[in-house]
């Protein structure tokens, strides 16, 4: 499973995800966050709990530069500071008043998030591009039985017959279930883009058979 430090890069999302002008939740080590996408195509990663009645900031709307919870509207921009509270519009809302912040990286097709100060910039897999994501309802363990390989910090390489050689990117979520990042050969074409899915999802049926097995042993 990939490192749960909060100093070290996570990949919360594929780039292809998340459209200009949206938002969506993910989650790090550190719990959960509101990954959004200005007009302008800036990224920005906040807590997903806006401070003034707790509601997820990844229901919001992204309305130009600015992210506005989808409750009263308070709107916050992507350093974290709020910039409005509609119920008092001539108030400038003061500095305290903040949402957390996220580093946020896009490298390669992939949205990368860190909770502390990673070293460096995310990894940059030059000979892949992103396929798709899926959700496995299995965790670490029993996806590195279902792929007969231990699952490091990268990720790991799979194959299965038939299908070109995939690289999967693993992130676990609060719920025990893990969410993969599947990687295909950049030179691959479409059939082999089609085998590289119906492989990943094999795997995902066979991680789920072994976490099923164990949760009854």
Excluded: N
């Amino acid at each position: 499973m990939l490192s749960d430090k909060t100093d070290t890069w996570v990949p919360v999302a594929l780039s292809q995800d998340l459209p200009t002008g949206q938002a969506m939740p993910a989650r790090t080590p550190a719990g959960p966050i509101a990954l959004w996408r200005s007009q302008s195509g800036r990224l920005a990663a906040s807590a997903d709990r806006c401070p003034h009645r707790g509601m997820r900031l990844s229901h919001g709307f992204v309305r130009g530069e600015a992210l506005s919870c989808i409750y009263h509207g308070w709107t916050y921009s992507q350093a974290g500071r709020c910039l409005r509270i509609p119920a008092h519009p001539s108030l400038t809302p003061p500095e305290t008043i903040r949402v957390a912040t996220r580093s946020v990286e896009e490298a390669g097709g992939i949205v990368w998030v860190a909770d502390g100060e990673p070293d460096g910039k995310p990894p940059l897999f030059e000979s892949y591009v992103p396929l798709r994501s899926l959700t496995v309802r299995a965790g670490g363990s029993a996806l590195s039985a279902a792929a007969g390989t231990k699952v490091a910090v990268e990720g790991f390489v799979w194959q299965a017959p038939g299908a070109p050689a995939i690289r999967l990117l693993p992130v676990p979520q609060e719920t025990g279930e893990t969410l993969v990042h599947v990687l295909v050969p950049a030179d691959c074409g479409a059939s082999e883009r089609i085998a590289a899915s119906r492989a990943a999802e094999s795997l995902r049926r066979m991680a789920e058979r072994i976490e099923a097995k164990e949760a009854v042993s």
